[in-house]
């Protein structure tokens, strides 16, 4: 797009003593200038300091032209960027296509962390493509049979029912099973506290969207799951991270941003972190619940690897300290399978009914059908059977990962066996140009998802997450070959472009 800061407007010939005011002739100038062309559609004025000296008016006259021309219809301003001259959409055409719907949208902001989520998302099974990007549990896994006979047995029994409206809190039946496991795991106490959301996704969005509003502070771990920064700055909060190492979040660096800010809202996967694999020592959720309370923020909490302990620890729940300040997520996601949509966040109190509010607004319940059939699945005691089935799965996909990553790339990486979930948390030896990586990783065929788009600060460590639950230990294997390929031509291709001679 054109820039007028190129296109000088002659204001040499401005009558000063004139019948019409400097600001109606400035209009004018403007008017006619864009309504001739010179001044292109979508392009920006100077700003209103730089018209004012140029003009020789005072900066309120030249805001006011401005203001003009924008009631005209002439110009838009956009908060922080300024004024630009606006842009009609061309007339839907053959031969621009769609593309009217370009301006008549809002401005795109999608964020590096969205599209690589979106990247994830929409490249996880093209053909010819290695996908250490995807953490999904992988399908052989599913307990497809067991839920088709549940499925008919939810028609045969309660028929049409099954296809109902509920509740925006969801079913009572499942409710009443997750809150049975609540009780044991302590993170919930009865099925009023439960509401049923479409994954944990709904569940941590909800939960920011209740608890934070624009200019609040947040705290994540950094690096974290990608969901949980998009929806936290969906919020127009500003967030921070503090550090994970291999005892959780950095409880110590949290208390320290806490002394400088009034922060809201925590958010934290308290075992089998995404992407670290660590989990919170019981020092530190200990302290971390006292803080909560004598600070008095929330937490959301999420727990959708935390069942998947490759050693079968169990990390009791930052919850069962402090049930009125954590907001508890989870999902059935990552154990069955994330196409269920099926998760639930526990909470209790004021932000609990605010909560079930959002989701009433969002999409007034999750489906009825798949309700009926997690609540049936859970009560016949068939989850602690198929994740302790699952485990040894995992266990040896992330042995192939990590076994790939030694032949490949030795000495070039640092990376801590994840305690549990399904990520390697990758940390190269020396830093490269992670975005150039992503790039001609794609064009070898692997993508991964890079440390930037999960990491709440620059870093000058280049890192990765790299997810085998989806993949068999060929394919690991291979993927991790094709990415040890991409690095080398990245650096061949740094070394080459400083070496090169300047002219
Ligand atoms: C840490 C973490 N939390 C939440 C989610 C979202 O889970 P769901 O599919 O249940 O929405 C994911 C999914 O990748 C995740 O990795």
Not at 292 to 306: K, L, M, Q, S, T
Request: hydrophobic share 40%.
């Amino acid at each position: 797009m054109a820039d007028a800061m190129s296109y000088k407007l002659n204001l040499s010939d401005l009558e000063r003593d004139g019948d019409v005011s400097i600001t109606q002739q400035l209009v004018d100038r403007f008017a006619a200038a864009i309504d001739a062309g010179e001044l292109e559609r979508g392009s920006k004025l100077p700003p209103t300091r730089e018209l004012a000296a140029e003009a020789g008016v005072n900066h309120l006259t030249a805001a006011r032209v401005y203001r003009k021309l924008a009631e005209l219809g002439y110009v838009t301003a956009q908060v922080g960027r300024g004024t630009f001259v606006r842009t009609l959409a061309p007339a839907g055409s053959a031969s621009h296509g769609d593309d009217w719907q370009v301006y008549a949208l809002p401005p795109d902001d999608t964020s590096y962390s969205e599209q690589v989520l979106a990247d994830t998302f929409s490249l996880a099974n093209r053909e010819g493509v290695i996908s250490l990007a995807t953490g999904w549990p992988a399908p052989s896994t599913y307990p497809t049979q067991e839920l088709a006979r549940i499925a008919a047995d939810v028609f045969e029994e309660i028929g049409g029912e099954a296809l109902s409206y509920l509740p925006a809190e969801g079913l009572f039946d499942l409710r009443e099973q997750i809150a049975a496991r609540g009780r044991m795991y302590g993170y919930a106490e009865d099925a009023d506290e439960l509401v049923i959301t479409s994954g944990a996704q709904q569940a941590i969005a909800l939960s920011a969207r209740a608890t934070l509003e624009p200019g609040d502070v947040a705290v994540i771990e950094s690096p974290t799951f990608i969901g949980m920064m998009t929806a936290m700055r969906g919020t127009g909060a500003r967030v921070i991270g503090v550090p994970v190492d291999e005892h959780g979040m950095d409880v110590d660096a949290l208390e320290r941003l806490l002394a400088r800010h009034e922060v809201k809202l925590v958010g934290l996967q308290s075992a089998c972190q995404n992407p670290t694999g660590s989990s919170i020592s019981d020092e530190r959720r200990a302290r971390l619940a006292e803080l909560a309370v004598e600070r008095n923020f929330f937490i959301i909490e999420d727990r959708v690897y935390a069942d998947m302990h490759f050693d079968g620890k169990l990390v009791r729940p930052v919850r069962e300290l402090a049930p009125a300040h954590v907001l508890y997520v989870n999902s059935l996601s990552k154990v069955v399978g994330g196409g269920l949509r099926t998760g639930w966040v526990a909470a209790r109190g004021p932000v609990r009914d605010r909560i079930a509010m959002l989701k009433l607004e969002a999409d007034f319940h999750s489906p009825t059908l798949i309700q009926h059939m997690a609540a049936r699945w859970l009560a016949t005691g068939a989850y602690d059977r198929h994740v302790a089935g699952t485990i040894p799965f995992y266990r040896e996909r992330r042995d192939a990962l990590l076994a790939a990553l030694e032949r490949h790339l030795p000495g070039e990486y640092h990376a801590d066996p994840p305690e549990g979930g399904h990520h390697v948390w990758v940390t190269l030896t020396r830093p490269l140009d992670e975005r150039a990586l992503y790039a001609e990783a794609a064009r070898g065929g692997v993508m991964f998802t890079p440390g930037g788009a999960v990491t709440a600060e620059r870093r000058s460590q280049t890192s990765l997450r790299l997810s085998f639950s989806l993949l068999d230990p060929d394919q690991l294997d291979e993927g991790v070959r094709r990415l040890a390929r991409a690095i080398r031509e990245v650096r061949r291709r740094a070394r080459h472009s400083v070496a090169a001679p300047m002219s």
